[in-house]
């Protein structure tokens, strides 16, 4: 019975290696993000170049811009989440990464032990891709009567509530 016990909590132990294969996607499509975000502002950027041949296309370009630039600020942002979930997963489940805690230029934003740590970073990003994709809705909202002001205005005040909230959570740490 000892044998048939150690082979199998052998195998259990061992099971957690299958969280590699979500470390590797998840570090992939961060990537794969991070250039959708580059090509947005690539994007941007060739259409600036006819910015300054005619003036009357200054107004609609604006709109375009912005609302191309924060589409790769959002893209970024969840870029940011899979990749400190992947090196998270890979923090709690494979190994630690000893380059992290020896490095002493960068913040200590990658450095996770815990599962609670895990959760609290990735719902401050988390929080960050809400702000910004409402941000980028409200620049398309037509706003047309008193009713869509108010609800922009409810929108604004929750959003800053949010930010609140998790800063004064900070504070009592």
């Known amino acids: 019975m000892g044998l048939i016990e150690k082979i199998i909590e052998r195998l259990l132990w061992e099971s957690r290696l299958m969280i590699f294969l979500a470390v590797v996607a998840s570090i992939f499509a961060a990537f794969v993000l991070v250039l959708i975000g580059t090509f947005e502002i690539v994007y941007v950027l060739k259409g600036s170049v006819k910015l300054f041949g005619e003036k009357e296309v200054f107004e609609d370009f604006y709109k375009y811009a912005i609302k191309h630039i924060v589409t790769a600020v959002d893209i970024y942002l969840i870029a940011t ?25 960068s913040s200590k934003i990658l450095e996770i032990h815990t599962l609670d740590q895990l959760k609290e970073k990735l719902a401050k990003v988390i929080l960050m891709v809400l702000i910004v994709t409402f941000f980028k809705y409200a620049i398309d909202f ?32």
């Open 81 to 105: 989440v899979l990749l400190i979930f992947g090196i998270g997963l890979y923090e709690l489940f494979i190994s630690k990464i000893d380059y992290i805690e020896q490095e002493e230029k």
């Open 142 to 173: 037509q706003y047309k009567d008193i009713k869509s002001l108010l609800f922009l205005s409810m929108g604004i005040f929750l959003v800053s509530l949010s930010i609140y909230m998790m800063h004064k959570g900070k504070d009592k740490k």
